[in-house]
């Protein structure tokens, strides 16, 4: 490790890409289509899908070797800062033929289980077939998704709809490299979290069905840590997904 981290990474990259030109033999033509190909995926407003479906895991995986909180999952390219707050209300949805309606609670505690009173959090899913507000089909972009600022005691309360089997966006050049290394594109069902707090560690993480499709079988690799895939648990017609997550400290700064 030197004092140029840019240099570092950037270098570790390129030696990665080198070692794959060398061991496979890469031909000139196939280097111009690699280009050509990542031009597209550009130009189709796809490359933080595409980068996501291959590394965001490997982030989430080095944060949780660390974290003495619950395990962070992938955010994905589908999260929205500016949205409306749903605080202990509803998120608009839109009636939908499959729409199950879904419930989502629980406490925010910190590593000494302490309630956190306050805490922004941000929470989005996709619609009944598997779309997100703010980027497919003209959904507008607060539908599905909104943010919260846990009660007193910690709490979060909110009502949605439940997400399904999703197919990441696949008729675009995502899909297309999918298809050309033989890897489908389906996640499990999947409800995305983020958690801010002043003195803590961002958190993100997503909650899953238990024993719904793809949950062992990702196409992005997430759900890595197995730990919230909730069973199901109906009241009133509604889906309850009762989670209570542990985010964690800022590490100590170090004095000069
Ligand atoms: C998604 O909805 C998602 O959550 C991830 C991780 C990647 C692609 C689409
Ligand atoms: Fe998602």
Known sequence: M??????DVVMDIVEGVRDAIRKNDVTFDEYKMAIGYIMKTA?????PLMIDVFFNTTLV?????????SPNDLQGPYFLEDVPD????????MPHDNEQPMVLKGTIR????????????????STPDGKYGGFHDNIPSDYYRGKLKTNDDGTYYVESTMPVPYQIPHAGPTGEL???IGRHTWRPAHVHYKVRAPGFMEFTTQA?????????NDSCSGNQSREFEIAEVIEDGKRIMDIDFVIQPLPAMATA
């Open 86 to 93: 749903v605080t202990n209300g509803k998120m608009k949805t």
């Open 61 to 69: 995986e080095n944060m949780n070797k660390k974290t003495k909180g």
């Open 208 to 216: 899953y069905f238990k024993d719904a499709e793809w949950v062992d």
């Open 178 to 180: 999918m298809r050309a």
């Open 43 to 47: 130009q189709a407003g796809e490359l």
């Open 2 to 7: 030197s004092e140029n981290r840019a240099h």
């Open 110 to 125: 910190d590593t000494e289980g302490n309630p956190v009173p306050g805490a922004e959090m941000w929470i989005w899913s």
